[in-house]
Structures are given as C-alpha cells and as structure tokens.
C-alpha cells in the first residue's frame, strides 16, 4: 500500500504555464485517471513526476518521502515507473532484454564478478532471467523472448513496454496513453489484463487516457485537467455528469 | 616469417584499443576521440619510469594504468552528464591537450623528437594472452547488466533512466574501463615499437578505431576483432600503394555506409551453438 | 599593452568565429556535428592559394586578396555541396541513427585532409603577401594588416550570412527546417534543397575560414585541424546556437591571445582544455544558455 502526494506542481515553458498549482493524492491500491483535451498538459505531468521535467514549483511524496527533484533514475528506483506514449523500447536488445535491463539495477553483483566470471554472476544473471520471463508470461508475451521489440506488432510492443515497467518493481505505475492505436478488442483485452496486474501486485496506477471507456471501467477517482489546470476530480459517475468537464470536451451548449 | 610475427603482434595491440572503443562507442554510444591519449599516458608513464627512474617493469605498467584511470576519470566525471556532441568535443580537447604536455615536457619525454632508447620487452605471446584475457572480459561485460544497460542508454537514454539506470555512472564506468585497458594496450607499444612520439597519438587513431568498429558492425564484439585483423593488416599488404593507402581506406568505408551501414556483421556475434551449428553442418556433409 | 593584445585576440576570433558559425550551421540544420569542416578548410585554403597564383599574374593587392577569397569561399560551398550528396544524403534519407553521421563526417575529414596531403606531398606552399605594408598604427597600437582584413571580411561574411537567413526566402526555409523538418516538409521546401544550401553557406564560410588560417598560419595539409578551435567556440557559446558561437569564438580568441602572452604557444591548448571543461563544469549549456529538451 502506498501513497503519493503531488503538491502544487507548476511548470512553465517561456511564457505558457504547462501545468498551474496542480495538487492530487493516489491512496494505496487505487487506480487514478488523468484526462482532458489535448493540450491539457497530462504527459507533462508524468514528466514532472518521473524527472523528466524539472518542477518550477510543486512537491512529490512518495510513502512521506519527497521526491522532488531527484534525477530520474532515483525516482525510478523508489518506485514510479511508467510506459511512454510514443513507445520507447530498446532496439538494439531483444525482447527479455528489453525487461532485463529494467530489472538489472536490482540485480546484485559487481564489476569483479564480471571480469573473473564468477559463479555469483552466473546465478544473478540467471535470476534476472527468470524474473523477466515471468514478467513477460504474465503481460501474455511468452515466446516472443528472441523478437526484436520493432518487428513486433503494435499492440504487443504496448504489452512490452508494461512488462518492462512492471519490472522495475514500481509502487506507483504511471500509464501514458496505454490503449492509444488499438482497435476494440484489444482495448478490452487490455482493461483486463490491468485488472489482472492490479489485482496481483500492490501498486497504485495512474491513466492518462483519452480512450474514455479505459478509464471510466478502471478508475475509481479521476481527475480533468484543462490548460494545465485541475477542472474537476471525483468519480467517474460524477465526472460525467460534470458540466464543465462537458463543455471543455465538447464546448458551450448553445441556448 | 617475422614479418607476420610483426604485423600480428602489432594486431594484437591495436585490437586492445579497438576493444576500449567498442565499450565506449559500440555498447554505449559515446564518440570519444581521446582513446589515442590512453595509449599514449600508458606508453609514456611506463617508458619514463622504467628508462629515466629505474621501476621494475610490472610495476612501471601498473602505474601507467593508474594514472590512466585517473586521468579517465578527470576527464569522464564532467563529461559524462553532458549531451552527446559535447563529449566527443571534450575528448578531443583532452586527446590534444595530452599531445601538448607532451611536446611540452622535452626534458623528460623528449618532446616533439620522441623518446627513444626503450626496450623491447612485448613478445607475440605476451600480446595474445594479453589480448584473449580482454576479449574475455568484454564478453563477459556484453553479456551482464553492465553491457545490456549500456545497450539500452545507448539506445534511448531518457527511457533508460526511466528504467532505474543511473545512465551516469554507468557511462563513466565503461569509459574508466576502456581507458584502463588503453593504457595497458600502450604499455604493450612502447615496449613494442622501442620508440614513440606525441604526434603518433593524435585524434586520428581514435577516428581510425571508430571506423574500424563501425566496418565490423558496430553492434558486434566479433565484426571488431575480424575488422581490426583486416583493416590492420590490410594496409600492411598495401604498402607499395601508401600514398593513396588513406584514401582507399577511407573510400572504403563511405562505400560501407552507404551500402551496407550495418558494417561487415551488423549484429551477429559468433557464438558457441553457432560454431556448433557449423561443425554439425559440415559433419553431416561429410 | 593590454589593449593591442584585445586586438589580437578579437582579429583572431573573428576566424575562430567565422570557423564555428560554418559548424554551428550544419549543427542547428541537421542535429549533428559536422567533423568534415576541417578536412574541408584544409582544401580550401590550397584552393585559395591556387587561385592566388593563377590571378596572382594578372592582378595584385587588394583585388588578388578578393579573388582568393572569392575563389576559397565558391570552392568551399561546392566542395560542401559535394560531401553532402556523398556522405550524408542516404543516411538521410534512410533516417540512419547519428552514429553513422559521425562516422560519415569523420570520414570524409580524412579523405580530405590526405587528398590534401597527396597534393601537396612533402611541398611547402604560402600565400603570397597580399599587401606592401603589413601594419597600420592608430597612435601607440599596430594593427597588422592582415589582421585587419581578417576582422572585416570574417564580419562581412557573417553579415551577409545573417542578412541570407532572415531577410531572404531560401533563409526562411533554412530556419524553419532547422526547427521541425517534418512540417517544413509539409509547407512545400523541399528538404534537400534546403540542406544542400545550408551546406553550400557552411562551404563559403569554411573557404573564408579557409584562406585566413592559411594566411595566418602557412599552408599545411592538418590547418583544417584548427577547427577544434570551432569546437571550443561553440561549446562555450552553447551548441544549438550560432549567435553564441560568435560570442564563443570571440572570446576564445581573446583569451588565447592572453594565455600565449603568458604561457607561450606551446601550452595553449592544454589551458584551452581546462577552460573548456571549468566551463563545461559551470555553465554547461554555454552562454548562450540553449538547451535542446528532450520530450518525453
């Protein structure tokens, strides 16, 4: 069970406020959704939160420890993980790699190990290896280990991209555009396998979606951001009704 | 017979450089064009203390070594946080600010008219073991985190991060590395060629080891070890045409990037169950 | 005293900067650094001089010095024309990864420098003095002649580069594609149009560069190995911008100038070293303080 608190993050980029004040709390076991229009400033958020961006004002805490302004390997290692909108796997690694090198900070031996081929080498190496296949049976990618990540069709990269965060042991796994370039069913087989992964680990997920039915059926708080400011949070039920958050997507009604 | 004895031996050293060119450039993707400043701290380091102050000899290479960790590390902890161009650009710096000390020093180093009078103690034997002791510890860096990370950030290193690897460290690890096993790579030369100038280091040698990892397949561990065999040896047998020998060598591999940009074996390596393979192949013809 | 080295150093900036605006060109277009302006300053400057000989028995003096320049700087836009056609429009093309630009542009340093070399065998070539006089005294200071011409024709040619980039339309295209290539793409430039005269201005300025270094420091096949002086302008006034290689160069220039009068020549580029890694260690992002932001 984990907690992260966001206070007030800011971000400017010359003269337009990418994200103003914007402050949220994920409980434990959650699942967290992001939306608004294009524009609105969701990715900037998980660029904050992950280091990607320096914050111009704001504070993150992750189970009371502060985040803020950590590079962003560190931030990884105390727990936020998160997939890109515009995949980014390693091409020059083939499919296990991809999830091994997620896995390898954790891997425990050093340089000595390495030039003198030790027996601990050998055992962590194989460890690694097996954690990663295990990642990789449960995102449904078993088989594909020897692939090179680009020849692989699009929905599985987005699988492989989730077993390589899954990897990185996260408390809070941050989703950019998860479902985006899938066509029906795989948004539906998707919806269920984060179940799966949700129910199966303890951490918390944020979403940022623009697919709406990702979000309503997974999330059980969501917030709308609009020119990078918070419109409304609540529900999904409540979202819904919410008269701004319409007119924002849809504009004014006219009378 | 000794002439190809020569030539293999002098191979072999350079392989060692071109292997420290192959972490840094090939596994991690950074352009250093300082590699040639470790030959030469190595190659200088041991000579002067071995002639001028009497150390024994595996000594005067240890201490070579260190001092090319050090300066590895004078060099690599600024540098490595910045972007990519930047470190080719402070490397080069670096490869010629060593050449300057050099030419500088005339009192001890003998300056622009080289130091002369060491003697030749690198054997062919030595140079092989030496050089399957750092085949096997660069396959056994490829093949670990330390190698998959590098892969990764060499690939994508915002990702990278993004995974947990401290992209930094790891960058100055591999470049600390590669610096050390240059150093010991000049060691071997100087006690090799007897005599050595600064001029003989300059930012050339480092492009010419690029270009030879590149020809190999810069993905590949064994397309660097074969490239090194024939583009060293190449030009060895192209003597009579040395003029032009730069020229062909470069003609050669602009055909190569453009025709074939993977290099001669792209991302193959020749492994064991390959070798296997083969064997199998030819026994089952038979 | 101080002031005549201030001279100096800004004469000799105005050659570093003329050098580190021609790299700094191609860097903000294409992304990469262009590691061949060396090899083609080296041939340029011997364009120079051959040019210089052929005129040089016709006319003399300041006509000779701009036919020279004018020869070096055509040479060089067309030369630079050439090594893009060859070393980098199929890596274009194929949207290959920088490593192989590097290795492109490394490689095609080298072939010509050697072809330099070839040509120039174990010969010694110089210019021709230009010019009777060699300094103009203002008072107690001396500005040498060449000098003199040095700052001018390297000003004018920024100039006039600044003049092609924001007043005409080929400018236009070229600032638009070092912003998004994709969409000026779609706005109708024709991308290669677009590179082949960014690297045609980068030519012209390389072959200026060219004939002044030779002027400066005789004619040798490794001059173009002075574009590490290009390098050093540019990282201190902040890759990504060529106003700060301007700046850059400049003051490199200014400080070499003082550090040879205290050190002497020999050590300069080791201090030139530690200066660019304390800057570096400082102010990583240069002067002009351009970072490139990697978007997520």
């Excluded at chain 1, 396998?193 to 129910?199: A, C, D, F, K, S």
């Excluded at chain 2, 070594?65 to 050090?70: N, P, R, S």
């Excluded at chain 2, 300066?71 to 710096?93: E, Q």
């Amino acid at each position: 069970m984990s907690s992260l608190e966001v206070k007030g993050l800011s971000k400017a980029f010359g003269g337009v406020k990418a994200i103003d004040d914007f402050s949220f709390e994920v409980d434990g076991h959650d699942i967290v959704g992001i939306i608004g229009p294009n524009g609105a400033g969701k990715t900037t958020v998980f660029n904050l939160l992950t280091g990607v961006y320096s914050l111009d004002a704001g504070r993150v805490f992750l189970d009371g420890k502060e985040l803020t302004g950590l590079p962003q390997h560190a931030i990884t290692r105390a727990g936020i993980a998160r997939t890109f909108q515009n995949i980014r796997l390693f091409r020059g690694l083939n499919v296990l790699e991809n999830v091994m090198t997620a896995a390898d900070p954790y891997s425990d031996y050093n340089l000595l190990d390495v030039c003198f081929f030790t027996p601990r080498k050998r055992r962590r190496e194989h460890a690694v290896r097996d954690l990663s296949r295990s990642y990789l049976k449960i995102v449904g990618l078993e088989g594909y280990e020897k692939e090179k990540p680009e020849s692989l069709p699009y929905g599985l990269q987005r699988k492989l991209e989730l077993a390589r965060a899954l990897a990185t042991n996260p408390k809070v796994l941050l989703l950019d555009e998860p479902a985006a370039g899938l066509n029906p069913s795989e948004v539906r087989a998707f919806i269920d396998l984060v179940r799966t992964i949700h129910g199966r680990f303890q951490f918390s997920i944020i979403i940022i979606e623009h697919r709406l039915e990702v979000v309503m059926e997974l999330s059980s708080k969501i917030f709308v951001l609009n020119f990078g400011k918070l419109l409304a949070s609540g529900t999904p039920a409540e979202i819904v009704c919410h008269k701004a958050v319409t007119e924002a997507y849809l504009g004014q009604e006219e009378t | 017979m000794e002439y190809l004895v020569s030539t293999l031996t002098f191979t072999g050293i350079t392989l060692i450089g071109v292997l420290g060119v192959y972490m840094v450039t090939g596994l991690t993707g950074l352009f250093s064009f300082g590699q040639a400043a470790f030959l030469a701290i190595g190659a200088y380091i041991s000579a002067v203390l071995y002639k001028n102050l009497g150390f024994p000899l595996p000594l005067a290479a240890f201490v070579a070594m260190v001092v090319g960790l050090a300066a590895g590390l004078l060099v690599g902890l600024p540098t490595v946080r910045l972007r990519r161009d930047y470190i080719s650009l402070v490397t080069f710096g670096f490869g010629e600010a060593i050449i300057a000390v050099l030419n500088n020093t005339a009192n001890i180093t003998g300056g622009a008219m080289g130091l002369s009078g060491v003697p030749q103690r690198t054997s062919f034997p030595l140079v092989l073991v030496s050089v399957i002791v750092c085949v096997a510890v660069v396959i056994s860096y490829k093949n670990s985190k330390y190698g998959r990370q590098c892969l990764a950030l060499r690939n994508d290193e915002l990702a990278a991060k993004s995974m947990g690897i401290n992209v930094e460290r790891l960058k100055l690890v591999t470049f600390l590395i590669a610096g050390v096993m240059t150093s010991f790579a000049g060691v071997l030369y100087v006690f090799y060629t007897t005599y050595v100038e600064p001029g003989a280091f300059g930012w050339v040698i480092s492009a010419e080891w690029m270009i030879i990892v590149f020809v190999g397949g810069v993905n590949s561990l064994t397309g660097a070890v074969v490239a090194t065999v024939l583009l060293t040896g190449l030009p060895e047998f192209l003597r009579f045409a040395s003029e032009w020998r730069i020229a062909i060598y470069c003609i050669v591999v602009l055909l190569i990037l453009n025709f074939r940009p993977s290099g001669i074996f792209g991302e193959h390596e020749i492994s064991l169950g390959f070798l296997r393979r083969l064997f199998r192949k030819g026994a089952g013809a038979a | 005293m101080t002031l005549q080295l201030l001279i100096n150093g800004i004469s000799l900036g105005s050659v570093y900067a003329l050098i580190a605006v021609g790299f700094a060109l191609i860097f903000n277009i294409l992304k990469f650094s262009n590691f061949s302006h060396g090899g083609l300053m080296s041939v340029t400057a011997y364009i120079g001089y051959v040019a210089s000989v052929f005129f040089g028995r016709y006319i003399k003096a300041l006509p000779l010095f701009v036919v020279t320049l004018v020869a070096a700087a055509l040479g060089g836009g067309l030369l630079a024309m050439v090594v893009e056609r060859v070393a980098f429009r199929r890596l274009r093309n194929s949207n290959s990864s920088v490593i192989y630009y590097f290795i492109s542009s490394i490689t095609m340093g080298i072939l010509m420098e050697n072809s330099v070399t070839i040509f120039a065998s174990s010969n010694f070539y110089s210019y021709p003095s230009f010019f009777p006089t060699t300094v103009i005294r203002f008072g107690a200071l001396s500005v040498a002649i060449p000098d003199l011409l040095t700052f001018l024709f390297s000003g004018l040619s920024l100039v006039i580069l600044l003049v092609v980039l924001f007043r005409t339309k080929i400018g236009l295209a070229i600032r638009s594609t070092s912003f998004d290539t994709g969409t000026a793409k779609l706005m109708g430039m024709d991308p290669n149009r677009v590179v082949a005269a960014t690297f045609f201005a980068s030519g012209v300025l390389g072959g200026v560069a060219g004939v002044f270094l030779g002027i400066n420091y005789t004619l040798y096949p490794q001059l173009g190995q002075l574009i590490v002086k290009g390098f050093v302008a540019s990282v201190i006034g902040g890759l990504g911008s060529i106003s700060g290689a301007l700046i850059g160069a400049v003051l490199l220039g200014i400080v070499e100038i003082f550090l040879i009068g205290l050190v002497g020549a020999g050590w300069s580029p080791v201090v030139i070293f530690v200066i660019m890694l304390v800057f570096l260690l400082l102010r990583p992002r240069g002067i002009s303080g351009v970072i490139v932001q990697e978007k997520a």
